[in-house]
Every structure is written in structure tokens, then in C-alpha cells.
């Protein structure tokens, strides 16, 4: 079992859609959470940082539930630059480790 | 600022042969790490170096290794290769490394094995 472990893609939705990533961690340890976005052969770039408490940034909303080990993202009113993988990544407290999951496609279209 | 920049972007290479990567991290920034992504996953943990000592090993053979320069900048080596390490090899730099530390990628380089 992967530690990270992430919804299968590929996701297809139309512009105007609210679209929601799911995600589990297996270690507890786990202290740190992400979720990153990577376009078609270029690099990874963080989306934002998880928190507890939730977090929003614009359309993008984050949750984390400690207890259930989960991680979700939601977006809102789906654009046609949104397509891209999303990577769920999360750091054990082993300094710059970063566990990723295998990333979900999300394809929006017109 | 210029971000992370990798050379080189792409290289071919012949099984059995050895390949020199290198990472330059952005300035101010002394913590390097390296990952590879193979098509269709996530990327996976190789090194982190800080102030040039490593910190960290993923669970990579001993073909691979890594150091880090006094300028932060850092290579990645890998020997003997195999078909399959075939892959994107990413560096990502961050100022310290830390577990809540933002980590920015380079463009990687895309390494076939042939």
C-alpha cells in the first residue's frame, strides 16, 4: 500500500464545475500537508499548504482530518486553466522528505 | 531572482553508462533535494542535502548519489544505469529545508536510458 494514496483519475468536467480530490496518508507521523499542482512535462508547483483548520484561496478550499488520515481539495467554478495533475504531498518531520501521491488528472473542458 | 535551473534538460543515454545532473537552487536557499518521477506517478524522494551534508536517502539503490557544493548548488550521479531509470529528476530547493518549508521545483531533466 502506497502512502500516500490519491482518487484515480482521469477527472473530465465541464467548465463552471466544482470538482473534489481526495486523499489518504497512511502515517500518522505525517505533520505537514500540501497540495501541489503539475502541468503537462513541467515541474510541480504548491497550490497551497493544508492546515487543520482548513483553508481557502479563492476558489480553492483545503481540508485535513487528523483522526481519518484524509486530506481533500476542493475547486470551485472549474476554469479551463485548472486542467492539470494535482499531487496530494505530505511531510513526515523528516526535514525536506516530501511523500507524494501518484496526482489525479483533472481535465476541464469548454 | 532566477528560480531553480537544471541542466541538462534533456539526455540520452546507453544502459550500463553514468549520468552527472546538476541543480542550481535559488539564491538564499541551502537546502536541495532530488526526486525522480517516472510517467503516471508522483515524484519519489532520492536525496536532501542542507549546508552540504545529507540529510536525508529514499529508498534508492546505491547507484545513486548526490553532493552538495559550498555555492548550495548540487549533483546528482547515477551509475550503471538501467532501462528503467528512465525518468524526470526534479530538483527542489527550499531556504532551510524544514518540514513546513515551501519547496520550488526545477523544470527537471528528462533522462532516457536506451
Known amino acids: 500500500r502506497k502512502e500516500v494514496e490519491q482518487d484515480p483519475g482521469p477527472f473530465n468536467v465541464p467548465e463552471g464545475a466544482t470538482v473534489a480530490f481526495n486523499c489518504t496518508y497512511s502515517?500518522?507521523?505525517?505533520?505537514?500537508f500540501f497540495w501541489y499542482r503539475q502541468d503537462c512535462r513541467k515541474e510541480p508547483k504548491l497550490l497551497m499548504s493544508?492546515?487543520?483548520s482548513g483553508n481557502e484561496d479563492g476558489r480553492f478550499t483545503a481540508q485535513l482530518n487528523r483522526a481519518s488520515q484524509y486530506i481533500s481539495l476542493l475547486i470551485r467554478d472549474s476554469k479551463l486553466s485548472d486542467s492539470a495533475t494535482y499531487l496530494c504531498?505530505?511531510?513526515?518531520?523528516?526535514?525536506?522528505?516530501?511523500?507524494f501521491g501518484q496526482g489525479t488528472e483533472l481535465s476541464v473542458k469548454p | 531572482d532566477a528560480g531553480v535551473t537544471q541542466s541538462p534538460t534533456h539526455l540520452i543515454k546507453t544502459r550500463g553508462q553514468q549520468v552527472t545532473l546538476r541543480c542550481s537552487p535559488i539564491?538564499?536557499?541551502?537546502?536541495v533535494s532530488w526526486y525522480q518521477q517516472v510517467l503516471g506517478q508522483g515524484p519519489q524522494f532520492i536525496f536532501q542535502?542542507?549546508?552540504?551534508?545529507?540529510?536525508g536517502r529514499g529508498n534508492f539503490p546505491d547507484r545513486f548519489s548526490a553532493r552538495q557544493f559550498p555555492n548550495y548548488s548540487s549533483e546528482l550521479n547515477v551509475n550503471a544505469l538501467l532501462l528503467g531509470d528512465s525518468a524526470l529528476y526534479l530538483c527542489?530547493?527550499?531556504?532551510?529545508?524544514?518540514?513546513?518549508?515551501?519547496?520550488?521545483f526545477g523544470q527537471g531533466t528528462r533522462l532516457t536510458v536506451v
Open positions: 539564491s538564499g536557499h541551502k537546502s
Open positions: 527542489a530547493s527550499s531556504r532551510t529545508g524544514g518540514i513546513n518549508t515551501e519547496a520550488f
Open positions: 493544508v492546515y487543520s
Open positions: 504531498v505530505v511531510n513526515r518531520n523528516q526535514g525536506g522528505k516530501l511523500i
Open positions: 502515517n500518522s507521523a505525517s505533520q505537514s
Open positions: 542535502y542542507y549546508e552540504k551534508e545529507e540529510r
